[in-house]
T-cell receptor
Framework: EPEVTQTPSHQVTQMGQEVILRCVPISNHLYFYWYRQILGQKVEFLVSFYNNEISEKSEIFDDQFSVERPDGSNFTLKIRSTKLEDSAMYFC???????????FGPGTRLTVT | GQQVMQIPQYQHVQEGEDFTTYCNSSTTLSNIQWYKQRPGGHPVFLIQLVKSGEVKKQKRLTFQFGEAKKNSSLHITATQTTDVGTYFCAGPIITGGGNKLTFGTGTQLKVEL
């Protein structure tokens, strides 16, 4: 069964450093998303991406965040200058059509020290 | 903005007991989705309800969508240890370019033998 993959599984970085989280969505899916989950809390929407542009973003997704689909398979989330409060699990998701269910990747645990 | 609340926050049951989680949205939903997240895992899609008053069953799980499309419930009959995890409802905000999911606060289910 096709699945969303994410790398790395765990990333440790120092405050102020840039990180890039990578995702490979399911191949025939057209809509891509990033969510984050702080330990023990609910899943929070960050951004949705369709047709090579951001279609929706939350108030969390400020100027330090950016997304890109650099080629036909990868979907990346860049955090430019990490803060301690960026420590969380980051999930990538994709869906075939906008009203279909979303498939989540296994997540990248980001730890900012 | 849209808020989606769930109760209870935690539920401990003995194996074989029933379990119900309730989901309430501050706004009317076009549809509602349910996800299960195992400890240390990622959200996994369970079901989507679209119609007012809709009821769907998956083996021991029964999902309901309220008449006003602002609330939903998930009922598990005769819980098993495999049901352990956090159950999230999610209300989509349909935008022009995608499906932004607002996750509920989640109900963590623990099942004891």
């Amino acid at each position: 069964e096709p699945e969303v993959t994410q790398t790395p599984s765990h990333q440790v970085t120092q405050m102020g450093q840039e990180v890039i989280l990578r995702c490979v969505p399911i191949s025939n899916h057209l809509y891509f998303y990033w969510y984050r989950q702080i330990l023990g809390q609910k899943v929070e929407f960050l951004v949705s991406f369709y047709n090579n542009e951001i279609s929706e973003k939350s108030e969390i997704f400020d100027d330090q965040f950016s997304v890109e689909r650099p080629d036909g398979s990868n979907f990346t989330l860049k955090i430019r200058s990490t803060k301690l409060e960026d420590s969380a699990m980051y999930f990538c998701a994709s869906s075939e059509l906008w009203y279909y269910e979303q498939y989540f990747g296994p997540g990248t645990r980001l730890t900012v020290t | 903005g849209q808020q989606v609340m769930q109760i209870p926050q935690y539920q401990h049951v003995q194996e074989g007991e029933d379990f119900t989680t309730y989901c309430n949205s501050s706004t009317t939903l076009s549809n509602i989705q349910w996800y299960k997240q195992r400890p240390g895992g990622h959200p996994v899609f369970l079901i989507q309800l679209v119609k007012s008053g809709e009821v769907k069953k998956q083996k021991r799980l029964t999902f309901q969508f309220g008449e006003a499309k602002k609330n939903s419930s998930l009922h598990i009959t005769a819980t098993q240890t495999t049901d352990v995890g956090t159950y999230f409802c999610a209300g989509p905000i349909i935008t022009g370019g995608g499906n932004k999911l607002t996750f509920g606060t989640g109900t963590q289910l623990k099942v004891e033998l």
